[in-house]
Structures are given as C-alpha cells and as structure tokens.
C-alpha cells in the first residue's frame, strides 16, 4: 500500500523533527519543497514505484505556497490518497524557541517575530483545515512527537498495544478537549497550603513525598492503576489505538502533576506505551488555592 504524507505547520513547531522521524521509519523524505512541484514529484515517484513518500512543505515556498490548495486538488486527481500532519504551538511557546534559536522568521517584519507568527497563521489555515492529524507541541518533547508519529504511521502489527497518554492539568483552566476518562484528585491534601511547597511542582521530589504519603492518596493510586490495567485489554479489543487519561486537581500544578508522574512510572513499569503531559504545570505558580 502506497502512502504519501505531507509534512507542515507553524515554523519553529517541529516540522524537520517529524520529517526525521518519518525518515527513520522508511520514508523518503524531502523537506522545503515547493508547492508547484508537488503534482510532478508525485507522479515520479509513481513511476518509480516509491511506496512510502513524506514531503516537508511549509511557508518557506513564499509565493509558491498560494498555490497548495490546488496541488493538492491535483494529487486527488491522480488518484493519489495523501495524509497531511499539521504541526503547531502556542505563540508563546514558537517565541521562546525562536528567541533560542536566534532565527529569523520567514514571515518576520522588522525582526519581529510575534508579527511573523500572527501572519503565518493566517496564510496556513486553509491546509491545516485540511490536515489529517493535528498535533500541538506545545507541551510535547521531541521523545512524545516521536511517539505519536510512530503510531499515526506504524504497521499493523506495532498497534499490539495500546498507547496511553497521561495528561496533567487544571480544572480553573478547562477540561483537555480529548481525554477519553477524567479522574478528579482535588480531595487528596493540598501542598498549595504548605508555604515551602506553594512555588514547586509536583515534579519535585518536597511535593511527590507530600501527595504519596497519605494512605487515601495510596488507595486512590492502588485502585485506579487496577482499574486502568482491567480497562486496557478491553479497549484493545475494541479496536482503540490511543487512550488519553486527564487527570486534575484546582491548578494543575501539585497534586495532578504527582499523580501522572506515578501512573506514568507504574504503567511504564507494566511494558505499557505511555506519553506524559503537563499541561498547566507553569500557568500560575503558586496560585493553586
């Protein structure tokens, strides 16, 4: 079966990773190539019996990259079936990579980069509209990308087990839009009342042996995992590839991000496939109440 993937998205979101890790798994790959040839390096790689093909296409085409929407209209003439990932962040984050970076953006008037950023989203809406697979990295480390593209694009035989990702977050700031169960643990102790603990995480080492001391945390982690482990074969019977467990306290900052930590060590330990994220660790330090 032939598959052809597009590659793009906001620049500084991680484009030239996801093109690396497609290459790693077989593909060839070519990045920056513009729009206008996508129809003829399609029809070559037709020709050449090329079953694998990822193409990295982004604002970098400049004038080029108007015309993506009817090239792509060209493929579905062709008869050729294309999935697009449409790699993206949050503005502040694509700044602080930038500003590490010292990179210019491609977009950028007068240096700026937030301009740059503001203008690119506007230009890439029509393909990410048309995208297959969404993936915000904000809060996603090269390892987590990694992951999901593997399991967008793996064989049928690496989809034996489930992926489970583990998301930490904070119910003042909303419910993560695709989490499959929430599990509430605002009745476990607060650290956010202890005034040596109210500016930490639950990553640290002061918080995790705060929240894990007490037997009602222990019960609550004993129970859960056992019914995560019972749900599991479960889902895989069903036909589910991916399983997203939110788990919340006020501010997303103590009690939620420990208990993810454990889940994460515990199913690791199980030979689970897990991904973590902290989604409102950083949001409001200290402000957990």
Not at 89 to 117: F, M, N
Not at 269 to 276: A, D, T, Y
Request: with cysteine; proline share 3%.
């Amino acid at each position: 079966m032939r598959t052809f993937v597009i590659v793009s998205g906001l620049s500084g979101a991680g484009k030239s990773t996801a093109v690396r890790v497609l290459e790693d798994m077989g593909y060839f790959c070519v990045d920056n190539l513009p729009p206008d040839l996508l129809p003829k390096f399609a029809e070559l790689c037709l020709q050449g019996k090329v079953n694998k093909v990822a193409l990295g296409i982004d604002i970098r085409g400049r004038g080029f990259f108007q015309h993506i929407l009817e090239r792509l209209e060209e493929l579905e003439k062709m008869g050729l079936n294309y999935r697009i990932i449409f790699l993206e962040a949050s503005d502040e984050t694509l700044i602080r990579r930038y500003k590490a970076t010292r990179r210019r953006h491609p977009l950028a008037k007068e240096g700026r980069v937030q301009d740059g950023i503001a203008d690119e989203r506007k230009r890439m809406g029509k393909l990410r509209s048309k995208a297959t697979y969404v993936i915000d990295t904000t809060n996603t480390t090269p390892a987590q990308l990694k992951e999901q593209i593997r399991t967008f694009f793996a064989e049928e035989s690496d989809y034996e087990r489930l992926l489970i990702t583990l998301v930490s977050f904070g119910f003042k700031w909303g419910l993560p839009l695709d989490v499959d169960m929430v599990f509430d643990v605002r009745f476990l102790p607060n650290p956010y009342y202890l005034e040596e603990l109210r500016d930490r995480t639950g990553k640290d080492l002061a918080v995790r042996e705060y929240v894990l001391k007490w037997p009602l945390t222990q019960e609550f982690l004993t129970k859960t995992l056992a019914l995560i482990e019972f749900l599991i074969p479960h889902f895989i019977v069903e036909g589910k590839t991916s399983l997203v467990l939110g788990i919340g306290c006020t501010g997303g900052q103590h009690r939620s991000v420990c208990i993810v930590e454990e889940f994460y060590h515990q199913l690791s330990l199980n030979k689970h496939r897990v991904l973590l994220e902290h989604r409102d660790m950083n949001k409001n330090m200290g402000a957990e109440a």
